[in-house]
Every structure is written in C-alpha cells, then in structure tokens.
C-alpha cells in the first residue's frame, strides 16, 4: 500500500532529496549542510489555517510548487522507504518560477 503524507491546517510536504552541493564542477558535500535546501516540489498542502474570525486562509503553496526552505525549517518523515519533508506555510521562503510564469 502506498502511503503519502496529508498535510494538515497550514503544512505542506515535499519529498527529501538529499544532494550535495555543485560549485565549479566540484562536489561540496558539506556545503550543502550549510545552505538553504532547494529544488523538492511540494506534493500536498493543506486546506489553510483557520484565523481569529473563523475563516479559512488558503494557502499560497499548492502542490506541484518548486519551494525553497530554510536549513533547520520542516520535518523529516519516513513512510514506506521514502523520506518527505513536513513544513509550515510560513517556512517556505519562496516559491521558484521560471520568468515565462511571472504574473
């Protein structure tokens, strides 16, 4: 059976992919410890966090996004084999658009 992480309220998950860092054309494996992790899509988010008033807030993350988070933002799951990664909204530093998609 496969199973997939359903973020809740204000998350959103995405599939860790652990890569080093190319800089030059050489592999810096410890570099990339130290820098912002990019590249995962998200592959679900959740329906917003609910405000003071009662309503809803949609997320800004929708699933297929290209995000980028911070070293220590999110946590780390395992479910069948494969790792994912569980981030508040407000973890994500931005979302990554080729120029052709800007509005």
Do not use: W
Not at 56 to 66: E, F, H, I
Not at 77 to 102: F, H, P, S, T, W
Request: glycine share 8%; hydrophobic share 30%.
């Amino acid at each position: 059976m496969d199973i997939r992480p359903t973020p809740r309220s204000d998350r959103c998950s995405a599939p860790l992919k652990k890569a080093s860092r190319k800089s030059a054309g050489h592999s810096s494996p410890d570099t990339a410890k130290e820098k912002a992790a990019t590249g995962p899509r998200s592959i679900a988010a959740g329906n917003g966090k609910v405000n003071d008033d009662g309503k809803r807030r949609p997320l800004d993350v929708k699933a297929g996004d290209l995000i980028l988070f911070g070293k220590y933002s999110s946590q780390e799951v395992k479910l069948n084999g494969e790792e994912y990664l569980i981030m508040r909204e407000d973890e994500v530093l931005a979302v990554m658009m080729a120029q052709d998609e800007e509005k």
